[in-house]
């Protein structure tokens, strides 16, 4: 290493705090489209573009996936073992990105149909049963719908239920799928995000969701052939920094891409042009110029 030049941790650290102020301009961004969105919803200020019935189902959508930003970056405040219980949380941001980029993408049919389905879900936790191993669970709300509104309820089910009786997901498109259709839709550019948001994080997070034994493995940096384990506190420190970098950008990457598609769907250039730009940040971070310069 150069004489004067960082070590890989120390730029690591720098780098992961550059990625946290990062993350929180996005998450004012966001909250700037929610306000939008409100604001638009209550007559008070009309956006350029977009449909009503979008509108309602991504403004709470949009509420959740910033509030998980200030969980992430809660997470992040110090390099720890907490940074395990943050590759979930980055997932759920790009789920629910990718829904919300999707209902964006095909309009107003994906917002009726994703609202019929929560109507539908919330219909079905009124009463919920679990039987396994000969034993029976069940609980009930104690309130009661209205005969009308149950028919009503009654008649949605079938589209969200198999042959077999099991439960519909809202879409029947995968992960990809959602992503070529906001591909079709949107810029290049908001899909080199996306796609790189989901790629680096996604396989896992679902891995450390199920508590497998290789997300054990994974956490501790023992995936990767010819990688000698952690021997010393700064060869952990680094493992975790890695770990840690890996959330801060697939976090980043989401909402970028959220605020792109945003930005596009309402005819927001100004909106755009503030996420690419902060986006640029990430280059001049002392673990990226390293890596970029090696």
């Given at each position: 290493m150069p004489s004067g030049q960082p070590s890989r941790l120390e730029a690591m650290v720098a780098t992961n705090a550059g990625m946290r102020d990062l993350i929180q301009s996005q998450i004012r961004q966001v909250d700037g489209c929610l306000h939008s969105l409100v604001l638009n919803r209550d007559g008070l200020r009309a956006l350029p573009k977009g449909e009503k019935e979008v509108f309602n189902v991504i403004t709470t959508m949009i509420h959740m996936v910033g509030i998980s930003g200030h969980s992430i970056l809660k997470l992040t405040e110090t390099i720890d073992m907490s940074i395990r219980d943050a590759f979930p949380l980055a997932r759920s941001i790009i789920e629910g990105v990718v829904n919300i980029c999707f209902i964006m993408a095909e309009g107003v049919e994906a917002a009726q149909k994703a609202s019929r389905h929560a109507e539908v879900r919330a219909f079905r936790d009124l009463k919920r049963t679990?039987?396994?191993?000969?034993m029976s669970l069940s609980v009930s709300h104690s309130g009661e719908l209205s005969p009308t509104e149950v028919a009503r309820l009654e008649a949605m089910l079938p589209e969200f239920t198999t042959k077999r009786g099991s439960e519909r997901d809202w879409t029947d498109k995968t992960l990809k799928q959602r992503l070529e259709t906001i591909a079709l839709r949107f810029s290049s550019s908001t899909m080199t995000v996306l796609n790189a948001s989901a790629f680096n994080i996604y396989r896992h997070a679902s891995e450390i969701v199920h508590g497998s034994y290789f997300s054990a493995c994974f956490?501790?940096?023992?995936?990767?052939?010819?990688?000698?384990?952690?021997?010393?506190?700064?060869d952990l420190m680094l493992t975790l920094a890695d770990h840690q970098f890996s959330v801060l950008m697939s976090t980043a990457f989401a909402y970028a891409g959220l605020l792109e598609c945003f930005a596009d769907y309402v005819d927001d250039p100004n909106l755009a042009a503030e996420a690419k730009s902060q986006l640029e940040r990430i280059r001049e971070f002392p673990a990226i110029v390293q890596a970029m310069s090696e």
């Open positions: 679990w039987e396994i191993a000969g956490f501790w940096g023992l995936t990767l052939p010819g990688r000698p384990r952690p021997t010393s506190r700064d």
